[in-house]
């Protein structure tokens, strides 16, 4: 995929349409974890909706047929072909090197931000982009996997949201094959890697890949959001959460081949969606130096990274390199997905 050049403060326009309003938004997060009031449950508070927090999804109700219909319609074979395909997606090559891990200067000091740390890394490799509809349709296709938001009956309420259909049945990722694929869980994200050869990569190793070389700066670019009045990543502009004016050319995600890449030759590494980790989620660090990091050995939750489209500094600034945030390892949403890492090239079957 080629880079775009760097356009204007407004580029190009969403392809999703009106500016995402405050329903659309409940929409969202009722796919990570409310019932609708239909199905027994009150409408989302806006804790969380941006799909920061860790959701504490409510077992809904609905019948087994209702969630295999749903199911065969998320999974059933794609107009592409279903072998694997000769060439992985692009990765690139992460030095080894020692950098400064979370911040002494934390914005959010709940989500174990602090404290900055020495972590020392092995070389490895990352996808350069999120890991694209296109692509794990590729997956669905010569796997037959069923991924488990569309097997879930807690989904229902949010009528059927799953990763072919983001915003309901009435929704397709027809004409977004490379957009990021959304509604992945965990479990999902591990699945796809192990299928392609790769795995999730540690939190230590994303947030050395996001700062593509930089040391004690805020973004993978720098301290300033906008040098220059240029957008560098996919974020929310407006008034949170009422109106995205999409000033960066999107109200909802962009490809994954937007806006320019980091230091590295990463795309996307903030905004756009959040990334799994394979970490569970600890708040607690050692200020000692590290060598490959892994977190701890067991958790509830498993880390996030990146922040999305939906992130704004007044209610969710974890757009940063250092911001982290959770989710239990089977919930998803519309504004999380993934990329894989590498310790060597994955070889085509």
Same mark, same amino acid.
């Given at each position: 995929?080629?880079?775009p050049?760097l356009?204007?403060?407004?580029?190009?326009r969403?392809r999703?349409?009106p500016?995402?309003?405050l329903?659309?938004?409940?929409? *969202?997060?009722?796919a990570a974890?409310s019932?609708?009031?239909?199905?027994g449950?009150?409408?989302?508070s806006l804790t969380?909706?941006?799909?920061?927090?860790s959701?504490?999804?409510p077992g809904?109700?609905?019948?087994?047929?209702a969630?295999?219909?749903?199911?065969r319609?998320?999974n059933t074979?794609g107009?592409?072909?279903?072998?694997?395909?000769?060439t992985?997606?692009?990765?690139?090559?992460?030095?080894?090197?020692?950098?400064?891990?979370?911040?002494d200067?934390?914005? *959010?000091?709940?989500?174990?931000?602090?404290?900055?740390?020495?972590?020392?890394?092995?070389?490895f490799?990352?996808?350069?982009?999120?890991?694209?509809n296109?692509?794990f349709e590729k997956?669905?296709?010569?796997?037959?996997y069923?991924?488990?938001?569309?097997?879930?009956p807690w989904w229902?309420?949010?009528?059927?949201a799953n990763?072919?259909?983001?915003?309901?049945?009435?929704s397709?990722v027809q004409?977004?094959?490379?957009?990021?694929?959304l509604h992945?869980?965990?479990?999902d994200?591990?699945?796809y890697?192990?299928?392609?050869?790769?795995r999730?990569?540690?939190?230590a190793?994303?947030?050395?890949?996001?700062r593509?070389?930089?040391?004690?700066?805020?973004?993978?670019?720098?301290?300033?959001?906008?040098?220059?009045d240029?957008?560098y990543?996919?974020?929310?502009?407006g008034?949170?959460?009422?109106?995205?004016t999409?000033e960066?050319?999107?109200?909802?995600?962009?490809?994954?081949?937007?806006?320019?890449?980091?230091?590295?030759?990463?795309?996307n *590494?903030?905004?756009?969606v959040w990334?799994?980790?394979?970490?569970?989620?600890? *708040?607690?660090?050692?200020v000692?130096?590290t060598l490959n990091?892994?977190?701890p050995p067991?958790?509830?939750?498993r880390v996030?990274?990146?922040?999305s489209?939906?992130c704004?500094?007044?209610y969710?600034?974890?757009?940063?390199c250092a911001?982290?945030?959770?989710?239990?390892?089977?919930?998803?949403a519309?504004?999380?997905?993934f990329?894989?890492?590498?310790?060597?090239?994955?070889?085509?079957?």
């Amino acid at each position: 995929m080629a880079a775009p050049a760097l356009g204007p403060a407004r580029g190009r326009r969403a392809r999703l349409g009106p500016v995402v309003s405050l329903p659309l938004l409940l929409l *969202i997060c009722g796919a990570a974890g409310s019932e609708e009031a239909g199905a027994g449950g009150g409408a989302a508070s806006l804790t969380g909706s941006c799909g920061c927090g860790s959701a504490q999804r409510p077992g809904a109700q609905g019948s087994v047929a209702a969630v295999h219909r749903y199911s065969r319609e998320a999974n059933t074979l794609g107009p592409g072909s279903g072998e694997r395909p000769l060439t992985p997606a692009k990765m690139v090559l992460i030095p080894a090197g020692v950098f400064t891990m979370g911040t002494d200067d934390p914005q *959010i000091k709940q989500d174990g931000e602090a404290p900055a740390r020495r972590v020392a890394v092995d070389a490895f490799y990352m996808d350069a982009y999120e890991v694209s509809n296109a692509e794990f349709e590729k997956f669905v296709n010569s796997t037959g996997y069923l991924t488990e938001v569309a097997a879930a009956p807690w989904w229902l309420p949010v009528k059927g949201a799953n990763w072919r259909h983001p915003e309901g049945p009435d929704s397709t990722v027809q004409h977004r094959p490379d957009h990021p694929v959304l509604h992945v869980s965990w479990n999902d994200a591990v699945a796809y890697c192990t299928w392609a050869g790769k795995r999730l990569p540690t939190e230590a190793e994303w947030e050395y890949s996001c700062r593509g070389g930089l040391q004690n700066r805020l973004f993978p670019w720098g301290n300033k959001l906008q040098p220059k009045d240029q957008h560098y990543a996919n974020l929310w502009q407006g008034e949170f959460p009422m109106t995205n004016t999409g000033e960066d050319g999107f109200q909802g995600t962009a490809p994954v081949d937007a806006f320019p890449p980091n230091g590295y030759g990463l795309y996307n *590494i903030v905004g756009n969606v959040w990334e799994w980790t394979s970490d569970w989620w600890t *708040i607690y660090h050692s200020v000692e130096e590290t060598l490959n990091p892994k977190g701890p050995p067991s958790g509830k939750d498993r880390v996030k990274k990146g922040g999305s489209y939906m992130c704004h500094k007044s209610y969710c600034y974890r757009y940063r390199c250092a911001a982290r945030s959770q989710n239990t390892p089977d919930s998803s949403a519309s504004n999380l997905g993934f990329r894989c890492a590498a310790n060597h090239l994955p070889t085509a079957d």
